[in-house]
């Protein structure tokens, strides 16, 4: 694959089977995972993405495949192995939303996730159980490293703390992964595990002086609060009539990146090191205590996108028809 045919956006991460358990007991069972689900988002939203994660050969891993690629999501090579798909059982309640169980293996082939990165990909985005789990996290931390000299870096957290060590352990490798992103996207749930005696807000306001440009704190149904280092902003919640809110967070997490794209603010084209450009046209934008126009539209498109992704059942993040763009 040459450089050229690959810029876009590298998503690695986990992609798994969601089972869906119904507040009346029934199941449905459909693809998923919290990266895959970003791609997904991307691709549906126009963007040229790339997934590189670890699926098995079976029926379950063809699934994931196929709802992929029906989006324009491509698979890096050494993304399928032998044996079953990992898989995540969300169980709804009556208010849609989710809690989880995972049954779940992440040990990507280093073909998947380390491809060539000599002038690509123009943007990495990582995170969740990909970025905590042994023993593929230590991979996504080696692909950030080297990605980071020609492109722009997004970080999700999306944590799972029944796979996780505890705050204190996990803390060290989080933070790390936060001061090599140019933006990161955490929700409530996330900062309040993580830092247990502090405000989730405090936190973030800390982490966008660490070094990302932009961190991005989600707040459900009301919405979103971004920090940088020169400001901040609330992104009001969309009012919507919720089916469920699966996924509702990485449909905002390929909202976001998708509007910074559109407006220059992180690296898409492609070219020897586009994300220098971008990274610098972005720490630009979050100079100023006010926002930018262009920062404050990207914003916007992220909680559209999550709120019409709650009006649906399950993961299904909308096209721009579907947006109305």
């Not at 080696?142 to 060590?165: C, F, K």
């Not at 898409?268 to 262009?294: D, F, I, S």
């Not at 992220?302 to 909308?318: I, L, M």
Request: aromatic letters at 4%; a negative charge; glycine letters at 12%.
């Amino acid at each position: 694959m040459t450089p050229e045919a690959f810029a876009g956006v590298l998503v690695i991460g986990e992609a798994l089977t969601d089972v869906l358990v119904l507040p009346d007991g029934g199941e449905v069972a459909r693809p998923g995972g919290s990266p895959a689900n970003v791609a997904l988002g991307l691709g549906r939203l126009g963007r040229r993405a790339w997934l590189g994660t670890h699926i098995g050969d079976d029926s379950l891993g063809k699934e994931v495949h196929a709802r992929l690629a029906d989006s324009g999501v491509r698979l890096t090579e050494g993304s399928v192995q032998d044996g079953a798909t990992s898989s995540a059982t969300a169980r709804l309640d009556r208010a849609g939303s989710a809690t989880y169980e995972f049954d779940i293996r992440w040990a990507p082939a280093p073909s998947a996730v380390l491809p060539a990165l000599a002038g690509m990909p123009s943007h990495l985005h990582m995170g969740s159980i990909a970025a905590s789990l042994a023993p593929g996290a230590d991979l996504v931390l080696a692909a950030v490293r080297e990605a980071h000299g020609s492109a722009t870096i997004s970080y999700d957290p999306n944590l799972r703390p029944a796979l996780l060590r505890g705050p204190e352990v996990e803390r060290p490798r989080i933070e790390n992964l936060v001061s090599l992103s140019d933006v990161v996207k955490a929700s409530e749930e996330d900062l309040a595990w993580l830092y247990p005696t502090r405000a989730p807000e405090d936190v973030a306001r800390e982490w966008a002086t660490a070094g990302p440009a932009l961190v991005v704190l989600t707040l459900g149904a009301d919405g979103a609060h971004a920090y940088w280092r020169g400001g901040e902003m609330a992104v009001p919640g969309r009012r919507v009539e919720v089916v469920d809110t699966v996924g509702a967070g990485d449909a905002f997490m390929a909202g976001l990146l998708s509007g910074l794209m559109t407006r220059g603010l992180l690296a898409e084209g492609p070219g020897p090191a586009p994300g220098k450009q971008a990274r610098q046209t972005l720490h630009r934008a979050t100079a100023a205590p006010g926002p930018t126009p262009e920062l404050a539209s990207a914003l916007d498109l992220a909680a559209h996108v999550a709120a019409h992704t709650c009006t649906c059942e399950g993961a299904d993040p909308p096209t721009l028809a579907e947006l109305g763009i």
